[in-house]
């Protein structure tokens, strides 16, 4: 009833103009408080428009409780829960010295599909006062979290910024399976990535001028490792202008279609609706 993947001969049945009902975005925030005054209305009329799932991504204890609630209240919502790095001390040290057992509650919930927003993200190091302790504290936060995915049968999602290489030894010492996500802020190691089978999550940034990095990736990578995601409310499609929502991911799978030259806008979002199905187990 989808039609056929890209690789296969055959006409998609699709009315992409009139029904986005194949889309799928895997990284949102629509728990964050620019969606308070409208949240039901924005929510409910993307998925009148046929937006098949979100998942809700969470980046710290709150926010994991909120995406959880979010996936209670709507069917088609999922959540993933997690510490993002850049909460690593916050969260740690903080409110929740609990918050790993916090995270694994939260796991349990039956609508939670991935550990995440998890990772590495150096863009304040020159703020630390002490940079080994700042990104040990980072490694400890997400190494905990991949051993929890790990025994929890679930996908990371990995948030990671300005560090690839320490990214990439992490990976080594605690092999995984899960998504990148926002790759556009990592420096080079799509391939590698690519190359352990981490899915890519490819979103609005897409459309930005001066995105040939994202371009190249999206070029090369096989069409079975390919997400869409918008982190929404965040950057949303080029001029910038207002809040990202998952209706931006339509823009970006013509995008997608016109860079690759091998599938259509609809086989895009179809493929990557399957892939998200495959990776996060939704029925
Ligand atoms: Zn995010």
Request: with cysteine.
């Amino acid at each position: 009833m989808y039609g056929r993947l890209p690789g296969t001969s055959g006409q998609l049945v699709l009315a992409f103009e009139e029904n986005m009902r194949y889309i799928t975005d895997v990284h949102a925030h629509y728990d964050e408080a620019v969606f308070d005054k409208d949240r039901a209305e924005v929510l409910d009329s993307l998925h009148k428009e046929g937006v098949a799932f979100i998942i809700n991504s969470g980046s710290e204890i709150p926010s994991s409780k909120r995406s959880v609630k979010l996936a209670e209240e709507y069917d088609y919502i999922f959540a993933s829960v997690g510490v993002f790095p850049l909460e690593a001390e916050t969260e740690r040290g903080g409110g929740y010295p609990d918050w790993l057992k916090e995270i694994e509650r939260l796991s349990g919930h039956e609508k939670t599909v991935a550990i995440g927003e998890i990772g590495l993200d150096y863009r304040m190091i020159d703020e630390a006062s002490d940079k080994d302790a700042y990104k040990r504290a980072q490694k400890e936060v997400f190494a905990a979290q991949i051993e929890l995915s790990k025994r929890l049968l679930l996908p990371v999602v990995i948030h990671s910024c300005e560090a690839d290489e320490d990214l990439l030894s992490m990976l080594d010492a605690h092999p995984c399976i899960g998504m990148i996500h926002r790759y556009y802020c990592m420096q080079d190691c799509g391939r590698e990535l690519l190359d352990r089978g981490f899915y890519i999550g490819i979103g609005p940034q897409i459309t930005y001028p001066g995105s040939e990095r994202l371009t190249d990736i999206v070029k090369e990578m096989p069409p079975e490792l390919m997400l869409l995601e918008t982190d929404a409310p965040f950057l949303p499609n080029y001029p910038l202008e207002g809040r990202a929502t998952s209706a931006m991911i339509e823009e970006v799978c013509r995008r997608i279609a016109e860079i690759r030259g091998d599938m259509t806008p609809e086989e895009a979002a179809v493929c990557a609706m399957e892939n998200a199905k495959r990776l996060f187990g939704i029925a």
